[in-house]
């Protein structure tokens, strides 16, 4: 089954604690994003990248890492959360840049 | 810089109802894509349009994009419960195609009661 999986889906953490969210594509896509989505904000892409070791900065990047070692990988990295980074973050892979996407489940992120 | 507008923002309905939610922008898109989200999960793709002017349809839903491609409709005949949920537009501007950026319209939440 073509799918984009998140993990974890529900995590809750404290300010400054280093955590990864995991993301894992089984459609061979070249693209993969991840966006954060807030109330009244709608989502908003934070790092998208094109292909392996090829990433780069969405609207809101600041606080946020990733890598693309691998084509069906693409994980988020907060080295120092903080709370405004409160959010419910989603992972997505599309075939192209202007494809459909293919969006995971979500992961929703308290840092507290 | 909000590029889609979607309106009505909330939206309750009865069933059996037609209801239309508007996506519109003052920027033109290559494309523009329609998702529906559930509590809890992912974004799902329904419908993606592409030409001006171009009308598609998905059982009681009918998709339209403008003739400018600056906006977009989504039309639901005799809704159900089963259409209850958050609505998206989204889209892609002309030189996204490198980013790989959906622009989204900030949802149109939908009730549809019994």
């Known amino acids: 089954e073509a799918q984009v999986t998140q993990n974890p889906r529900y995590l809750i953490t404290v300010t400054g604690k280093k955590l990864t969210v995991t993301c894992s594509q089984n459609?061979?896509?070249?693209?993969m994003s991840w966006y954060r989505q807030d109330p009244g904000l709608g989502l908003r892409q934070i790092y998208y990248s094109m292909n392996v070791e090829v990433t780069d900065k969405g609207d809101v990047p600041e606080g946020y890492k990733v890598s693309r070692k691998e084509k069906r990988n693409f994980p988020l990295i907060l080295e120092s959360p903080s709370p405004n980074q409160t959010s419910l973050y989603f992972c997505?892979?599309?075939?192209?840049?202007?494809?459909?996407?293919?969006f995971g489940q979500g992961t929703r992120l308290t840092v507290v | 810089t909000q590029l889609l507008e979607q309106s009505p923002q909330f939206l309750s309905i009865q069933e059996g109802e037609n209801l239309t939610v508007y996506c519109n922008s003052s920027?033109?898109?290559?494309?523009l894509q329609w998702y529906r989200q559930e509590p809890g999960e992912g974004p799902v793709l329904l419908v993606t349009?592409?030409?001006?002017?171009e009308v598609k349809k998905l059982k009681r839903l009918t998709f339209q994009f403008g003739d400018a491609r600056k906006d977009s409709s989504l039309h639901i005949t005799a809704a159900q419960p089963g259409d209850t949920g958050l609505y998206l537009c989204a889209g892609y501007t002309f030189g996204s195609g490198n980013t790989g950026k959906l622009i989204f319209g900030q949802g149109t939440t939908l009730q549809v009661k019994p």
């Open positions: 997505a892979s599309s075939f192209t840049g202007t494809a459909a996407a293919f």
């Open positions: 349009v592409v030409t001006g002017g």
């Open positions: 920027s033109v898109f290559s494309s």
């Open positions: 459609m061979n896509h070249e693209y």
